[in-house]
């Protein structure tokens, strides 16, 4: 008998430092800035950034959540969730190669002028009733590709304030976008269903401060950071990666 998938915990904790003479230099009324709040926010800041990252990684560094790479993986297969899709294959998401293309021929090379020959298989492939993708992110190159492939479909509006610009690209009833926080890898788009994604996080540990500890042997006070959750999908087979 099949069991459900489980994806365990991961928790990551950052622990700022804080010396007594850094917040005493930095206190009182003609302070340039609230020294502790801004190290904190900056702390806060990367540590996101940290997660966006890890969102496209495979998963496979200590206390890292399951990244794209894993559950929609270049070769279709892995385990994921304690599901072996080698035995299972129902488990394996769609895979798009311009190298082996989906609809068979020969290799296509990526470009603005062959990027939605790329797209449109796997579209097909990913769609099932009401079911289709719903998200597209792709690396910088190949939203460029695509972005030139529809100079001439664009339309501008103005806002407000009378300024130009586009509001958002679309592959039929998908966004698409790119992330330029470096964790996709180039020459990759994820096409997701993102009803069956879900970023899981713990109430008490999403992003959150804990009390402060004071060091018994210094001057000092240490702030932790704490985030516990995972990347986790119900249904790969409805999720897919295009790739050179």
Request: glycine share 8%; proline share 2%; net charge negative.
């Amino acid at each position: 008998m099949l069991s459900a998938a489980e994806f365990p915990w991961r928790q990551v904790a950052v622990n700022l430092a804080v010396s007594g003479l850094e917040m005493r230099t930095n206190s009182g009324e003609n302070r340039i800035i609230n020294f502790v709040k801004a190290k904190v926010k900056n702390a806060q800041h990367s540590f996101a950034n940290g997660l966006s990252t890890d969102l496209y990684s495979d998963g496979t560094a200590a206390n890292q959540i399951n990244g794209l790479q894993s559950l929609v993986a270049d070769a279709g297969t892995g385990t994921v969730g304690g599901i072996n899709s080698s035995t299972y294959s129902f488990w394996q998401n769609a895979v798009q190669s311009a190298a082996a293309p989906l609809q068979g021929g020969s290799a296509i090379t990526p470009s603005a002028t062959t990027i939605e020959s790329l797209m449109l298989p796997l579209w097909i492939r990913l769609t099932r009733g009401m079911d289709t993708p719903d998200l597209i992110v792709m690396s910088d190159d190949y939203f460029t590709m695509y972005e030139q492939s529809q100079t001439s479909l664009k339309r501008y509006t103005s806002d407000e304030t009378g300024k130009g610009g586009m509001i958002s690209m679309k592959y039929k009833t998908a966004d698409v976008f790119f992330d330029s926080s470096g964790g996709i890898p180039s020459a990759h788009a994820y096409f997701l269903n993102t009803k069956y994604l879900d970023l899981v996080v713990h109430q008490d540990a999403n992003i959150t401060m804990l009390d402060d500890v004071e060091s018994i042997n210094q001057d000092a006070l240490v702030k932790t950071i704490i985030w516990q959750g995972n990347l986790a999908v119900a249904n790969r087979s409805l999720q897919g990666v295009m790739k050179a």
